[in-house]
């Protein structure tokens, strides 16, 4: 496989469920990002991790928790959500920089939340 | 802090007809700046990007995009819109403070009608 890949593709939860996100890429990259892409509303960074460690958490409830165990590999772990939490979550890897960056982000397909 | 402003939520245009797609950026430092591309229940895909040297960049599908300092704009174009250009696009800034991350515009959707 080449790219990042994201599993499931869609995800149906019950408020009360616990379920993990998984993403994966295969670009020798070392930084790694979570997006939440909702209807109707600009693309949001939640999490960043660079060579595996988290260096930015953009005030997101604790109900979301990443992990990464390695630069190929980062999870996103749910548990009690909500219904607004429902939306498209994106993946991301790039090259490492510190500062600006000509180094573009590459994507996964998403996964489809919906909250039930 | 940097800032990208996308004008317009929603462009139609006819099959043939020319695509403008309006990107404003704010930044302190000289920008680095990305166009992607979204299709329906699909991730972001990049069409072109400026780092340096030419203004002028091309990128896939037949997009180009001009980088304008004084007007500090980085506008996406294409000559004549197919069909499959349908989709959402989001201009993109690279963030100037702490590590590499890109900070997005809300997104233009491009509908083309034949």
């Known amino acids: 496989e080449t790219g990042v890949t994201q599993t499931p593709r869609h995800l149906v939860m019950g408020m009360t469920n616990k379920k993990s996100l998984k993403c994966e890429q295969h670009l020798g990259h070392n930084a790694m990002y979570w997006y939440k892409q909702s209807a109707k509303k600009p693309l949001e960074l939640m999490f960043v991790?660079?060579?595996?460690?988290?260096?930015e958490n953009n005030s997101v409830p604790s109900r979301f928790s990443p992990e990464c165990p390695n630069s190929s590999h980062l999870f996103l772990h749910l548990h009690t959500l909500q219904p607004e939490d429902s939306a498209l979550y994106l993946c991301?890897?790039?090259?490492?920089?510190?500062?600006?960056?000509?180094?573009?982000?590459?994507f996964g397909q998403g996964t489809r939340l919906t909250v039930v | 802090a940097q800032s990208v402003t996308q004008l317009g939520s929603h462009v139609s245009v006819s099959e043939g007809a020319l695509v403008l797609l309006r990107c404003n950026y704010s930044?302190?430092?000289?920008?680095?700046l990305f166009w992607y591309v979204q299709y329906p229940n699909q991730g972001l895909q990049l069409l072109l990007k400026y780092t340096t040297g030419a203004t002028l960049v091309k990128g896939i599908n037949g997009f180009e995009a001009e980088f304008k300092k004084s007007e500090t704009s980085f506008h996406l174009t294409k000559p004549s819109a197919h069909m499959s250009d349908a989709a959402e696009y989001f201009c993109a800034v690279s963030d100037s403070g702490g590590y590499n991350k890109l900070i997005f515009g809300a997104g233009t959707r491009l509908a083309v009608h034949p």
């Open positions: 991301a890897s790039s090259h490492y920089r510190q500062g600006p960056s000509g180094a573009e982000a590459f």
């Open positions: 930044s302190s430092v000289p920008p680095y």
């Open positions: 991790y660079n060579f595996k460690e988290q260096t």
